[in-house]
């Protein structure tokens, strides 16, 4: 039970941070003039109709992910009109960046709002108290209780959103960084993804070969969080 608790808190964190990033797409989209997504329902903060599109990527993957290796790993996607892209691909390269850019903005709130708590002495960056995610607990902190739960959830908001964010950034499709090299340089780069599309399973290779690089993430990630905290 002490396992299952925080995994399922690290998914739920998840679902609602993949959530925001598909919803930010739905709406720039329909904010340019693609109705594509605001038709099938997912212009919203509800996670249903993002789940019910994605079950295996917004379900079953990452609760797979959670309890095997630790840390929530899925996808999930919206709907839109490629011909639209095609005629405004400025639009689509600022569709595909604001997922990313919903993530980050969840994690400076975040980070933020653990910087306060840090100023008013309710966490600490070092101490002989409890640790829970990147900062520290008072003497006589419960891991458990309401602000070790607190702790948990800003430290882990934070790092999860910031690999979501940069991740997605990877110009390989099927992420978003394709879309918005594609969007800037359609003539050039919107040819090569065309060709690179037509390769079966190329989704999945993107996936494969992002992840990959993600593995040198670590190093890059606690530098974020250093600078980030201030120390």
């Not at 101490?127 to 458990?144: H, I, K, P």
């Not at 003539?187 to 993107?206: F, K, M, N, Q, W």
């Amino acid at each position: 039970m002490e396992l299952i608790v925080p995994r399922l808190a690290l998914y739920l964190l998840f679902v609602f941070s993949t959530t925001c990033h598909e919803a930010a797409h739905a709406l720039a989209a329909k904010r340019g003039g693609d109705d594509t997504a605001y038709q099938h329902g997912v212009v919203t903060l509800d996670t249903l109709p993002h789940i019910v599109r994605s079950p295996f990527g917004m379900v079953v993957l990452p609760l797979i992910g959670v309890f095997t290796m630790g840390y929530p790993l899925g996808f999930a996607s919206v709907p839109y009109d490629p011909h639209w892209g095609k005629r405004y691909p400025l639009r689509q390269a600022l569709m595909s960046l604001c997922g990313p850019l919903a993530n980050f903005t969840l994690a400076l709130v975040s980070i933020l709002i653990l910087r306060v708590l840090i100023a008013t002495d309710v966490f600490h960056l070092y101490g002989t108290g409890m640790r829970v995610g990147f900062v520290y607990l008072s003497e006589g902190v419960a891991q458990n209780s309401p602000l070790g739960a607190l702790a948990f959830l800003l430290s882990h908001l934070f790092t999860l959103n910031l690999i979501l964010g940069a991740f997605n950034l990877v110009p390989l499709p099927p992420l978003d960084g394709s879309g918005v090299l594609e969007g800037l340089s359609p003539r050039i780069v919107g040819s090569a993804y065309d060709y690179l599309r037509e390769i079966p399973a190329h989704g999945i290779l993107g996936w494969l070969v992002a992840s990959q690089l993600f593995a040198y993430a670590d190093g890059p990630l606690n530098r974020v969080i250093v600078l980030a905290l201030g120390f």
